[in-house]
């Protein structure tokens, strides 16, 4: 049991070491607030690796041997979304909070079914949504609580990239959790209905070029792109509001958020208010100040504050459960050819 003492450490292990759990594993090394207590992933070479970077911790093979340990407070999962299930299952019955790689689960169903376990067993249950934990969307978060945009009015992502393809998800459930995650963060609540439309030209029958669209509702839109096939790498992330708009770049490392006071005022005509007159605003351009530190750093220091004070976090298994099931409803969008399905119906 973690004390409520601040200085205490959450003993965790990482359980796959693929292209994200070696982050995993340096930020929890690295963190005054963790300690890395074991390595674990079928592919020794892999392991090896990984292990010669941190000989403190445990490397084993077997993923038994970390859920055995009583010295080991929690398991950091990264490894393919059709093992998420089964192995946040058997950490939580065995005690250990969990914090697991996005997309959460294969299926609404299951998480679901985590979140319940996890309520039983009093553990607590993340999901690695890195993004929100990011110091320029904390700050968009910020610009957008305050007010600034005025009444927030469409949100356009584009995503894109050349790889890394998958072999188990398309394209949508791969980098469309990044961006659901941050609209989520945002919004605060999930959309009324979507549709995809996506593409495949690897024979897979997986789309590796998809289009999302979402409506929350009160005439507020999204639009994602999401793409492994693109030349170029584009991460543009715009929010529109009624009175301003933000780009949020995360390619940009010095002006990562850009606040543009520019767009359209409206006015009522004054003999007839049926018609309505536009005028254009162009006004200046913001860059405000986004601090430096390592979003996965915020994600650790987070799951580890949430143990130790037994708080739900913010991209807790409901937050998880939402894009889930934005995910299946996408899917279903994509069998029908693209036709509009409401959010209730999934």
């Known amino acids: 049991m973690i004390s409520s003492d601040m ?24 963190s005054d607030r963790t300690t890395l207590a074991g390595l674990c992933d079928l592919d020794d070479s892999r392991l090896q690796g990984v292990a010669a970077h941190h000989p403190a911790a445990k490397a084993t093979r077997d993923v038994e041997e970390i859920l055995a340990d009583p010295s080991i407070d929690a398991v950091s999962i990264a490894t393919p979304v059709r093992t998420h299930f089964e192995l946040a299952r058997a950490a939580l019955l065995a005690g250990k909070h969990v914090l697991i ?23 607590v249950l993340m999901i690695d949504h890195v993004f929100i934990y990011s110091p320029p969307v904390r700050k968009l978060k910020e610009i957008v609580d305050s007010g600034e945009i005025g009444e927030l009015q469409f949100i356009d992502s584009v995503r894109i990239n050349l790889g890394l393809f998958q072999e188990d998800v398309n394209v949508i ?7 659901l995650s941050i609209i989520d963060h945002l919004l605060g609540r999930p959309p009324l209905r979507v549709m995809a439309t996506g593409s495949c030209h690897t024979g897979n029958g997986l789309a590796n070029v998809a289009y999302l669209h979402l409506d929350y509702g009160d005439d507020v839109l999204v639009s994602l792109h999401v793409n492994w096939m693109s030349p170029v790498k584009i991460r543009h992330f715009l929010v529109g509001g009624s009175r301003r708009s933000v780009l949020y770049n995360d390619l940009d490392p010095s002006e990562p958020i850009k606040v543009y006071d520019r767009g359209i005022d409206l006015q009522t005509h004054p003999e007839d208010r049926r018609q309505v007159m536009i005028s254009y605003r162009s006004g200046d351009v913001i860059s405000p100040r986004v601090d430096r530190t390592e979003a996965l750093q915020n994600v650790v220091e987070h799951f580890a504050d949430r143990i130790v004070h037994g708080v739900t976090p913010i991209s807790g298994g409901e937050q998880g459960l939402r894009l889930v099931r934005i995910l299946e409803a996408a899917d279903l969008s994509l069998a029908k050819g693209g036709a509009q399905v409401e959010l209730t119906d999934v």
């Open 101 to 123: 790689e996005k997309p959460f689960t294969s299926s609404s169903l299951e998480a679901r079914e985590l979140i319940d376990l996890a309520a039983r067993t009093g553990r």
């Open 7 to 30: 200085e205490a450490k959450v003993s965790t292990a990482v359980v796959g070491l693929g292209y994200w759990g070696p982050n995993l594993a340096r930020n929890l090394a690295a």
């Open 173 to 179: 459930w791969d980098l469309a959790p990044h961006d």
